[in-house]
Nanobody, 123 residues
Framework: QVQLVEFGGGVVQAEDSLTLSCAGS????????MGWFRQAPGKEREFVAC????????NYTGSVEGRFAISRDNAANMVYLRMNSLKPEDSAVYYC????????????????WGQGTRVTVSS
């Protein structure tokens, strides 16, 4: 069973940058497409970004395109989300997720989820 732990969240100012990390334990994450989701207070969880098992394909939701970058280090069993030019509307709990099928991930059909890390962006 894969276990995912996110870290790196915090309180930052608008236009700051922050990098979230997701550490996997158990089976290697190489077998999984990985993604980041977020949930703001009072809102549903939404897709943010995903990356295929071989790193060749990445996908982003429109509101973060050009500002966020997802990456992975398969040897280290790690996934990252680099967030630049942060906005107050990026404030949310960010979740790391793993899916055995890349095509399922954007829809939230994931096999494993982390517990989340909170990001707060002040204006």
């Amino acid at each position: 069973q894969v276990q995912l732990v996110e870290f790196g969240g915090g309180v930052v100012q608008a236009e700051d940058s922050l990098t979230l990390s997701c550490a996997g334990s158990g089976p290697t994450l190489t077998n999984y497409a990985m993604g980041w989701f977020r949930q703001a207070p009072g809102k549903e969880r939404e897709f943010v970004a995903c990356i295929s098992q071989n790193k060749r394909i990445t996908n982003y939701t429109g509101s973060v395109e050009g500002r966020f970058a997802i990456s992975r280090d398969n040897a280290a069993n790690m996934v990252y989300l680099r967030m630049n030019s942060l906005k107050p509307e990026d404030s949310a709990v960010y979740y790391c997720a793993a899916s055995s099928l890349f095509t399922n991930l954007r829809g939230g059909l994931c096999d494993y989820w982390g517990q989340g890390t909170r990001v707060t962006v002040s204006s």
